[in-house]
Every structure is written in C-alpha cells, then in structure tokens.
C-alpha cells in the first residue's frame, strides 16, 4: 500500500506506536512499520518526515542527534510523557473505530 493511502491520523498512531520501545531515527521508524504490518504499509519520506515534524510541534515527540548503528549522524525521535498518553486515547479511538467499521463491513444484505 503507498505511503499516500496512508490518512494522516493513521500514520502519526503508528509513529508513536513505534516509539514506546525507545528513540528511533526515521529510517528505524519507517522500517518498523514495514516490519509490523507485514510489509503491507509502506511510508514514503515525503509523508514521514512532515509526520514526524508535526508530532514534534504538537509535542507528542523530542529529537536529539545521535549516531546510527552504523555510524551515521542521525536525528533520533522519543515520545514525551504528552505522546505517550494521546497514544493511549488514539489506541482507545482506533479500536472503537474499527469495530464500528467492521461491524459495518460484516453486514449482508437481506
């Protein structure tokens, strides 16, 4: 699925979501989305990157420079305690909504 079918909200629950374990730069990020979702979600950079910026202003995020597994200067992103709870009400959000659409999607017709 291209990172542009992505909906904004979706993408900034799966960042924080790849956040809880610790700091991560955006490519560890991106990579773990692949990862989780069995490769189905993939998140160009031109969505990324913007996502990242805005969860950072929203302060959902910190970033601090550090250097990458392989040896590389990288911006690494953690979640702030502010993040770690609107993830907890976006989990909450997720699932309810999911549910309804499921509910929806499993109806046939009469």
Same mark, same amino acid.
């Given at each position: =699925? /291209?990172?542009?079918?992505?909906?904004?909200?979706? +993408?900034?629950?799966?960042?924080?979501?790849?956040?809880?374990? !610790?700091? =991560?730069?955006?490519?560890?990020? $991106?990579? *773990?989305? %692949?990862? #989780?979702?069995?490769?189905? @979600? %993939?998140? $160009?950079? !031109? &969505?990324?990157?913007?996502? @990242?910026? #805005? +969860?950072? /202003?929203? #302060? *959902? @995020?910190?970033?601090?420079? !550090?250097?990458?597994?392989?040896? %590389?200067? &990288?911006?690494?992103?953690?979640?702030?305690?502010? !993040?770690?709870?609107?993830?907890? @009400?976006?989990?909450? #959000?997720? $699932?309810?909504?999911? %549910?309804?659409? $499921?509910?929806?999607?499993?109806?046939? &017709?009469?």
């Amino acid at each position: =699925m /291209a990172g542009s079918d992505l909906f904004t909200g979706t +993408l900034d629950i799966l960042v924080l979501k790849a956040l809880v374990w !610790g700091p =991560m730069h955006g490519y560890a990020i $991106n990579k *773990w989305i %692949r990862e #989780r979702t069995n490769d189905t @979600l %993939r998140v $160009n950079h !031109g &969505a990324l990157y913007p996502a @990242l910026y #805005r +969860l950072e /202003a929203k #302060r *959902w @995020l910190t970033e601090e420079w !550090g250097v990458t597994e392989r040896g %590389r200067e &990288a911006k690494y992103y953690s979640l702030t305690p502010l !993040g770690r709870k609107h993830l907890k @009400l976006e989990i909450e #959000r997720w $699932n309810s909504y999911t %549910r309804a659409v $499921n509910s929806a999607l499993a109806t046939t &017709a009469a």
